[in-house]
T-cell receptor, first 106, second 118 residues
Framework: SYELTQPPSVSVSPGQTATITCSGE??????ASWYQQRPGQSPVLVIY???NRPSGIPERFSGSNSGNTATLTISATQAVDEADYYC?????????FGAGTKVTVL | QLQLQESGPGLKKPSETLSLICSVS??????????WDWIRQPPGKGLEWIGG???????DYNPSLKSRVTISVDSSKNQVSLTLSSVTAADTAVYFC???WGNGFDIWGRGTMVSVSS
């Protein structure tokens, strides 16, 4: 079955850039989405179709996808961005999520 | 504004069948061409896609759960239902319903916790 691999954790200082990777075989040939989940809350879509931001998502969230790796970048990271982040893609009609990356803003 | 709300029993015994309902408000399930999906999250763990249903009734299921899962839509009630048979402790999770849009899931319910225990 298809797998998406994310680093378990990323630490970033306030105002700096956080980079979260998501790796999967030929992921660049698929569309990647990214979700933010704060403790006790439902996930929120922050990037869809590789680099698009839904309405209401701050511009500091950006995405890219090429080769085997999709990347979520959070620029000028704020304390409110501390959360778990999940990547997601479709493989042969099956939805697949990465295991998640915990972003800590130190 | 479209809202989704999951409901169902909080506790099931092993080998029983779990049934959950996702009630959609603020819009019609059948008025637009969307998939409506179920996703679950075991305590302290990541997200797992269970499956989804198109407004017309066409379904997709996670192969790992396909033999135990049925998703259906009731347009008259504006609801999507999930049935999971032969549950075990491994099925203990928060179950979310979500609308599929742009290859992602753009609207989520709050989720409902289901525990499986004897």
């Amino acid at each position: 079955s298809y797998e998406l691999t994310q680093p378990p954790s990323v630490s970033v200082s306030p105002g700096q850039t956080a980079t979260i990777t998501c790796s999967g075989e030929d992921l660049g040939d698929k569309f990647a989405s990214w979700y933010q989940q704060r403790p006790g809350q439902s996930p929120v879509l922050v990037i869809y179709q590789d680099y698009n931001r839904p309405s209401g998502i701050p511009e500091r969230f950006s995405g890219s996808n090429s080769g085997n790796t999709a990347t979520l970048t959070i620029s000028a990271t704020q304390a409110v961005d501390e959360a778990d982040y999940y990547c997601q893609a479709w493989d042969s009609g099956t939805g697949v999520f990465g295991a998640g990356t915990k972003v800590t803003v130190l | 504004q479209l809202q989704l709300q999951e409901s169902g029993p909080g506790l099931k015994k092993p080998s029983e069948t779990l049934s959950l309902i996702c009630s959609v408000s603020g819009g019609s399930i059948s008025s637009d061409s969307y998939y409506w999906d179920w996703i679950r999250q075991p305590p302290g763990k990541g997200l797992e896609w269970i499956g989804g249903i198109y407004y017309s009734g066409s379904t997709d299921y996670n192969p790992s759960l396909k033999s135990r899962v049925t998703i259906s839509v009731d347009s008259s009630k504006n609801q999507v239902s999930l049935t999971l048979s032969s549950v075990t402790a491994a099925d203990t999770a928060v179950y979310f319903c979500a609308r599929r849009w742009g290859n992602g899931f753009d609207i989520w319910g709050r989720g409902t916790m289901v525990s499986v225990s004897s």
